[in-house]
Every structure is written in C-alpha cells, then in structure tokens.
C-alpha cells in the first residue's frame, strides 16, 4: 500500500528537500512525498519526517502514524505544548550524525590535550615559549552522556590513549572507560576529569546542569566542551569560572539562543571557542537510510529503533 509522506523541516532549501525526496522515491517509488506548508489534505498525512517544525503544526495529522525526527535531540519537539501522543516519535541515530559528532569531540579534546589555546595566546603576543603536556594515558577526559554519540566519542578516545571516563543514569560496561552513574556518580566523575564533553539530552533533569556548582567540581584549569545543547549551560556562571581562571578554556557549540545575540559576552569571550552549531549535521545520505529503516519497520508492523521515550524525555 502506498503512503502520504510530509517534509516538515520550515527552512530547508529546495536542494536539500529534492535530496530527501530522491532517497525516499529510491526505496520506493510509490512514495506520495509532500512538502509542508503544501499539505494537501491533511488527513492523507501518514509519516512525518520533521525538524523545529512549528508548535502545534504535528497535531493537525489525525492520521500521523509516526514523527521521524530528522535530529538526535528532541527537546524542541517535547515542548511542544500541542505534541499529539498517539504518533511514535523515531529520533535519528545514523551513522553520518555519530561521525560528524565524534570527529568535532576529537578535534576539541585533542586541541585541549596539547594546549592549543595557550599555544594561540602566546603565538598572539610573538612569544615563542614551548608548552609541556601529558602522555595521553595522563589527560582524563570526561564525557557526561554515554549513549549513542558518547559511546562512539568514547571508544575513539580511547584509541588516541586517552583516560576516558563516562558518566549516564543508567551504569554502564564499556571496556575501557571508566564509568560513572546517577547524582551520587557526578561529583567523582567532575573530580577526575581534566576535559569535560557534554553530550547529554536536554531534559528536565539534565537543564543548567553545567553550572556554579558543577564547574566548582572540576579540578582548577580543567576545560570542558559543550556540543549538546545551550540549556545545558548556566552561561553566567560559566563566565564567572572563566574569569576566575578555575575553568581555562571553553568549546562551545550550542546555545540557548540560536543564532546566539550579537551582544552575547559568549562571541568575544578570549577563553571561549565558538561553532554555529555545527559539531554534527543530517546528510540525508545516510539519514535518509535510517529513516527508510524505520518506514519498512512501521510498514511492516514492527516498532521501529529509536523511538523516544516521553517519560525519560530523549
Ligand atoms: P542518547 O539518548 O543516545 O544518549 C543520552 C545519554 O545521556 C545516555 O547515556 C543517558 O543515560 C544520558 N542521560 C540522560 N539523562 C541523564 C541524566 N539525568 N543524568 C545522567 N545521564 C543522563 O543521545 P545521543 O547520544 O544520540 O545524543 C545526545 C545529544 O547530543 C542529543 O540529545 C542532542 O541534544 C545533542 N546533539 C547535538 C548535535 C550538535 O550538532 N551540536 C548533533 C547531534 C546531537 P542512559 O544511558 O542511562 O539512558
Ligand atoms: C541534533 C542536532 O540534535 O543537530 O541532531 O542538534
């Protein structure tokens, strides 16, 4: 039988929306894509492939089998106060997103690892002045969030001789690393940890969780990287252990607002680094794959992977 499939991503380019349309027509042909706002009528709709799709939009669907979210992170979708319940909702986990996450956490630890930042500063003032740094057996790094994104940071610090520590709710076994688990784990995992990567879901229990209190943790000149989300964050109090120097330096991809405001301290801050948001994107390549996965899978009468759980909130 042939489905009614809506691209409800308000902003996506002509390009990127036919890149999708190919993918899908490619698995098969009978496909019936449309492209928000031109619906049709909407009781048509069967799938939604969406992203930061407008608040109260998804509720329009009565037939909305399930919500593809075309990120790993839901929580713009969750706060929508009119989220229909009946559709599953599938976030993306591919292979493309991972890569592009791990490869940014690389890149940022390794910069911290060998004191780029420093090495910039004094580059800054013409001095040449070589900087000391550990074996990499001796750098602890620590990443708070161990799942899919995490264990895939993980495993590949773990191949550059890192000291590689986890922290999740649930315990974790995974060789090599160190793992840390609910409010009793957290304080130890901060205490060991030289180069903290937060790569947690933003949840109720995981907002502002990089705060006074948490940065005071972390051991003096201890850096930390930030590629999940801005609500993470209490950006006041990440200012304040920067210019206290018990912080020396901070990555940070996301923000509570996005585009961050120009007059944000964040965007001239000397001990910050700042991405747009870009520490991993959806190539429709490989995201399209995995949400063909989960068309065969609803079509088929199995429950898709990755379907998000309302109660824990990612
Ligand atoms: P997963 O759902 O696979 O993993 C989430 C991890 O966080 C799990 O280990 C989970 O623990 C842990 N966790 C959740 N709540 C808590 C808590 N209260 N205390 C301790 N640990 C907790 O997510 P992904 O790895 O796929 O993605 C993580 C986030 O990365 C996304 O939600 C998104 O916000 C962000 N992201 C950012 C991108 C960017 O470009 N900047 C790109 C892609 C994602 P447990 O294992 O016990 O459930
Ligand atoms: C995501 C993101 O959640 O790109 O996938 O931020």
Not at 83 to 98: K, M, S
Not at 104 to 114: A, S
Not at 280 to 297: D, H, M, N, R, Y
Request: hydrophobic content about 45%; charged content about 20%.
């Amino acid at each position: 039988m042939s489905i009614v499939v809506l691209y409800n991503c308000p902003g996506d380019d002509a390009a990127e929306v036919a890149r999708w349309r190919g993918f899908l027509a490619a698995y098969d042909p009978a496909i019936d894509f449309r492209v928000w706002p031109d619906t049709g009528p909407v009781e048509d709709i069967d799938y939604c492939l969406a992203w930061k799709s407008e608040a109260g939009d998804l509720r329009r669907y009565p037939n909305l089998k399930a919500i593809f979210w075309l990120g790993a992170g839901v929580d713009h979708l969750l706060r929508d106060p009119d989220l229909p319940r009946a559709p599953l909702i599938v976030r993306l986990v591919d292979p493309g997103l991972t890569a592009g996450m791990t490869e940014y956490v690389l890149l940022h630890v390794l910069r911290y690892h060998r004191r780029t930042p420093e090495l910039e500063a004094l580059q800054r003032e013409g001095r040449w002045q070589p900087l000391d740094f550990p074996l990499a057996k001796d750098r602890r790094v620590g990443i708070m969030g161990l799942g899919v994104l995490g264990q895939d940071a993980a495993a590949k610090l773990l191949t550059l001789g890192l000291d590689v520590a986890g922290w999740s709710r649930s315990p974790k076994r995974l060789d090599g690393v160190t793992t840390f688990e609910g409010d009793a784990g957290l304080t130890p995992f901060l205490a060991r940890t030289q180069i903290l990567v937060c790569l947690l879901p933003l949840t109720p229990g995981t907002a502002g969780i990089i705060n006074a209190r948490t940065l005071a943790a972390l051991p003096k000149g201890a850096c930390m990287i930030n590629a999940a989300r801005g609500g993470h964050v209490v950006d006041a109090d990440l200012i304040a252990a920067l210019d206290s120097g018990h912080i020396a330096h901070a990555t940070l991809d996301v923000f509570h607002r996005e585009p961050l405001p120009v007059e944000h301290p964040f965007w001239r801050h000397p001990r910050i680094t700042l991405t747009p948001h870009v520490a991993s994107q959806t190539i429709p390549e490989t995201a399209s794959q995995a949400v063909i996965e989960g068309l065969k899978a609803m079509r088929e009468g199995r429950r898709p992977a990755n379907v998000v759980s309302l109660e824990k909130g990612y």
